[in-house]
T-cell receptor, first 112, second 115 residues
Framework: SQKIEQNSEALNIQEGKTATLTCNYT??????LQWYRQDPGRGPVFLLL?????KEKRKERLKVTFDTTLKQSLFHITASQPADSATYLC???????????FGTGTKLQVIP | EADIYQTPRYLVIGTGKKITLECSQT?????MYWYQQDPGMELHLIHY???????EKGDLSSESTVSRIRTEHFPLTLESARPSHTSQYLC??????????????FGPGTRLTVL
């Protein structure tokens, strides 16, 4: 069955460092991979989308890589700030009228 | 700020009551979704719709039902609420052109407590 895995343990990093979050998947051939941010008690907010034929995407301090051979995406936040503390979800989509499938999320804590 | 609204934001209700959670979006999106999420846990898709008069069950079995009579409106109904239905319910929509068609916009959620 399709499976999306993100680090279940929280990631704690020092302010100013680069945070790297991992998303691994199995039994899936996604056309797109998305990353969302979720704050406690609120709905997720879309951050970035990367297509299967793209290796890397950047947006301000965010960078996403997508390796379809390894079946893995890495999400980087450079120069991290306490305001970046949140849960980050990856989501896969196979294209067309297929629904998006979300991972379990990784909680990031940036320590001042 | 996404133009997707959910009411009520919080609801405390007794067992056996019928409830409807409202979700509306003003973005003209054709796709809408309902997710269930317990605190600190993953999102579970319970219903989705790809347009008017189209509804499908999601990955997580749910005793709720949905309807899509208008593009902008996607209400979720529980005929008889039980304590096991206590959770946060998140509505989302997606649309637009190209790869943006699958970017999901989420509402603020309804936190339901069934006593």
């Amino acid at each position: 069955s399709q499976k999306i895995e993100q680090n279940s343990e929280a990631l704690n990093i020092q302010e100013g460092k680069t945070a790297t979050l991992t998303c691994n998947y199995t039994n899936y051939s996604p056309a797109y991979l998305q990353w969302y941010r979720q704050d406690p008690g609120r709905g997720p907010v879309f951050l970035l989308l990367i297509r299967e034929n793209e290796k890397e995407k950047r947006k301000e301090r965010l960078k996403v890589t997508f390796d379809t051979t390894l079946k893995q995406s890495l999400f980087h936040i450079t120069a991290s700030q306490p305001a970046d503390s949140a849960t980050y979800l990856c989501a896969l989509h196979s294209g067309g009228y297929q629904k998006v499938t979300f991972g379990t999320g990784t909680k990031l804590q940036v320590i001042p | 700020e996404a133009d997707i609204y959910q009411t009520p934001r919080y609801l405390v209700i007794g067992t056996g009551k019928k409830i409807t959670l409202e979700c509306s979006q003003t973005m003209g999106h054709d796709k809408m979704y309902w997710y269930q999420q317990d605190p600190g846990m993953e999102l579970h898709l319970i219903h989705y719709s790809y347009g008017v008069n189209s509804t499908e069950k999601g990955d997580l079995s749910s005793e709720s039902t949905v309807s899509r009579i208008r593009t902008e409106h996607f209400p979720l109904t529980l005929e008889s609420a039980r304590p096991s239905h206590t959770s946060q319910y998140l509505c989302a929509s997606s649309g637009g052109a190209g790869e943006k068609t699958n970017e999901q916009f989420f509402g603020p959620g309804t936190r339901l407590t069934v006593l």
